[in-house]
Nanobody
């Protein structure tokens, strides 16, 4: 059973930056691909981006078009932590951000964190 705990959310002005962290425990971190999702009030949960640690030790990242070029995902396998660096934030980035984990080789995200609120004010 993998447990995920997000942190780093808060209030930031438009154009600002924020870094979210997701600490994982209870599993072998490198066996999982990690993703970030977000849910704004009254909307469905949307995919933000993901990161996978490939078998040849390369890292693959992928992003939703809405955040491409502004958000960067990274992971530190030694610290069992994945990060979401958010820059050039917009009001529409306001949402609860969730970290998720899925076994490598599968398409589903099985484990979810409790979420952290990000509010971008104009």
């Amino acid at each position: 059973q993998v447990q995920l705990v997000e942190s780093g959310g808060g209030l930031v002005q438009v154009g600002g930056s924020l870094r979210l962290s997701c600490a994982a425990s209870g599993g072998t971190f490198s066996n999982y691909r990690m993703g970030w999702f977000r849910q704004a009030p009254g909307k469905e949960r949307d995919f933000v981006g993901g990161i996978n640690w490939l078998y040849d030790n390369t890292v693959n990242t992928y992003y939703a078009d809405s955040v491409k070029g502004r958000f960067t995902i990274s992971r530190d396998n030694a610290k069992n932590t994945v990060y979401l660096q958010m820059s050039s934030l917009k009001a529409e980035d306001t949402a609860v951000y969730y970290c998720a984990a899925g076994r490598r080789g599968t398409s589903a995200y099985t484990y979810w964190g409790q979420g952290t609120q990000v509010t971008v004010s104009s």
